[in-house]
């Protein structure tokens, strides 16, 4: 799955050993693409990550491992998007 928080950044959410994946959109907020909130949970056993999208969406997954990849498109200086919420998520 793809994210974006800046117009110049894509942040890419990989998981291994999924278990559960849970994506409905039935947009109960009205239709929007972007993330209002964004939880992580590291326990012991499946790690597990919910994003609650503008749209009142929630998606929810459970993996053995959940990573987060950060990559810059250019070499423009990082302007968020006012659209987008930040993850705080370091650049690589």
């Known amino acids: 799955m793809e994210i974006s928080a800046w117009s110049n ?3 890419r959410i ?3 050993g999924l278990a559960t994946l849970d994506a409905p959109r039935q947009e109960p907020w009205g239709p929007s ?3 209002l909130s ?3 949970t590291d326990e ?3 790690s597990s990550l919910t994003l609650e999208m ?3 969406d929630v998606i929810q997954l459970r993996a053995t491992e959940i990573g987060v990849m ?3 498109q250019s070499d423009r200086p990082l302007t968020p998007d006012p659209r987008n919420i930040p993850l705080g998520v370091d650049e690589v």
């Open 44 to 46: 012991v056993g499946p």
């Open 14 to 16: 990989l998981a291994r």
């Open 33 to 35: 693409d972007f993330i």
């Open 54 to 56: 503008q749209s009142g």
């Open 38 to 40: 964004a939880y992580f």
């Open 70 to 72: 950060c990559t810059r």
């Open 9 to 11: 950044v894509s942040i």
